[in-house]
């Protein structure tokens, strides 16, 4: 019987520890959002030796629905390594441009002659997009105001077309009509009249638009998709952990059988 208890509480005590491996391991880190700033690279060739910057150096804005960007060509190679930080500021609202929080810093260099292409992703949250000169983080400080703290100066301060202020998504208005059939009587007719109504609806994001929306999936704890009988237990079902706890109870219970009594000892 002594053997039995001993037993028992092994086995036991080893779906306990299986059930609580199998928690740890379904438990896994969310996915990182997706980057808002995005830079390329690409070579060209170079006549010999090397100009300071600005001397050479030309940019391009431009500015879609999706997308703000900046293309910077380099037609010769500079004398010396320039830094500049491409940097995402979310703004309070549409209205309310200040103070704005940094969201997103992508620090990068330039010297080879080749061109630069820097692509600001737009979503529907109000947001301004800069390319500071320099690449340490005091450039782009978390708050900023215009009131200070503020960042950095700009890479080509005197254009202020490679910087932008997106106001977020905009709100399209859609018009209905409603006619009211015309009337005839042996004495007059009333033509048909027609009343048109305007409906104010919000723009998806860019990303979301033409999918269709569907119902929220389960509840979810740090990424792993959750059911009732999965929260009871910490991720897992909770049949293992009562059997082990059965079993360690009735070895407990055979083991304290098993003891000879003092006199016996």
């Known amino acids: 019987m002594r053997l039995a208890g001993i037993s028992a509480l092994v086995v036991g005590t080893l779906l306990f520890v299986v059930a609580g491996s199998g928690s740890a391991s379904a438990q896994t880190d969310p996915p990182a959002a997706p980057s808002a700033v995005n830079v390329e690279f690409t070579p060209a060739p170079s006549q010999e030796g090397c100009v300071p910057f600005p001397v050479g150096v030309t940019q ?27 940097a995402v500021y979310a703004m ?24 630069v292409l820097i692509t600001f992703t737009k979503t529907c949250k109000p947001q301004q997009f800069d390319v500071i000169a320099g690449t340490s983080e005091s450039v782009t400080p978390p708050t900023i105001a215009p009131t200070g703290p503020w960042h950095g100066p700009l890479l080509f301060p005197f254009d202020l077309d ?104």
């Open 162 to 265: 490679t910087t932008l202020q997106w106001p977020g998504c905009r709100n399209p208005t859609t018009t209905s009509s409603t006619t009211i059939p015309s009337t005839t009587t042996p004495s007059t007719t009333s033509s048909s009249s027609t009343t048109s109504s305007t409906t104010t609806l919000p723009l998806a994001p860019p990303e979301v638009q033409g999918e269709t929306t569907i119902a929220p999936p389960p509840a979810q704890v740090l990424g792993v998709q959750q059911t009732s009988a999965n929260l009871a237990f910490t991720g897992v079902g909770t049949k293992p952990a009562l059997f082990g706890a059965v079993l360690i109870a009735f070895g407990l219970f055979f083991m304290l059988l098993g003891r000879k009594p003092i006199s016996e000892r």
């Open 92 to 115: 309070p609202s549409s209205s309310e441009a200040w103070p704005q929080t940094l969201v997103e810093r992508v620090p990068f260099e330039m010297k080879e002659s080749g061109t």
């Open 60 to 86: 391009t804005p431009g500015n879609t629905g999706e997308a703000f960007t900046l293309r910077i060509r380099i037609s010769r190679t500079l004398c010396t390594t320039v830094g500049a930080t491409a």
